[in-house]
Structure formats: structure tokens, C-alpha cells
């Protein structure tokens, strides 16, 4: 099972940033998939969700900023994110498959870093 993140990099706040994530080795479609960050010194965060129909859950401090998306065709997740502020520097990462214990599978992630 692979989950490989790309998209991230440095941008000013206002910029936009699309990530991706490739997922392989897993019924990709069948499962829900979450994206989380992790800022210097800070705990884990979810960022937001998708499940298998399109139900698309947001924290409140990315809401009407990003955007989560799906393509079960190409086994790939997205996270379009828009207005980017300072506090959005992290490392985010993808997450595959939740069981009652957590996701399953998560990638390595990738470095957001908005300057001002």
C-alpha cells in the first residue's frame, strides 16, 4: 500500500496550492480518505474529509478556503487550497481507509509554507 503526496511548496498568504495524493495497493473507491497537518511544535489536526459518497467534512479554520475532492478513476485525492494564511504552514498528509481505530494507511506528507 502506497499513499505518495505531492503539491506542496512555498507561497506567499493569499496564494493558492493544490496537493495531491496517489493512493495504490487498496481499493482506493471504497474507501473514506482525510487529509491532516501537522504545524511545528503543534499536535496532528484534521484538515478535512471525504467519504466513499462525497460527504465532505471541514475544520472550521479551513472552511470556504479548501476544497476536497476525489477522483476514484485515477485513485487520487485532492486538496485545493485557496487564501492561504500563515498559520497553514504544515505538514499535511493524506489518510486512507478508516476503521474504529483510526486510518489505516497515511503518507509521508508535504511541506505548506505561506510567508507573509
Known amino acids: 500500500v502506497q499513499l505518495v503526496e505531492s503539491g506542496g511548496g512555498s507561497v506567499q498568504a493569499g496564494g493558492s496550492l493544490k496537493l495531491s495524493c496517489a493512493g495504490s495497493?487498496?481499493?482506493?473507491?471504497?474507501?473514506?480518505m482525510a487529509w491532516f497537518r501537522q504545524a511545528p511544535g503543534k499536535v496532528r489536526e484534521l484538515v478535512s474529509t471525504?467519504?466513499?459518497?462525497?460527504?465532505?467534512y471541514y475544520a472550521d479554520s479551513v472552511k470556504g478556503r479548501f476544497a476536497i475532492s476525489r477522483d476514484n478513476a485515477k485513485n487520487t485525492l485532492y486538496l485545493t487550497m485557496n487564501s492561504l494564511k500563515t498559520e497553514d504552514t504544515a505538514v499535511y498528509s493524506c489518510?486512507?481507509?478508516?476503521?474504529?481505530?483510526?486510518?489505516?494507511?497515511w503518507g509521508q506528507g508535504t511541506q505548506v509554507t505561506v510567508s507573509s
Open positions: 489518510a486512507a481507509c478508516r476503521s474504529w481505530t483510526g486510518y489505516v494507511y
Open positions: 495497493g487498496f481499493t482506493f473507491s471504497n474507501c473514506k
Open positions: 471525504i467519504s466513499t459518497d462525497d460527504i465532505m
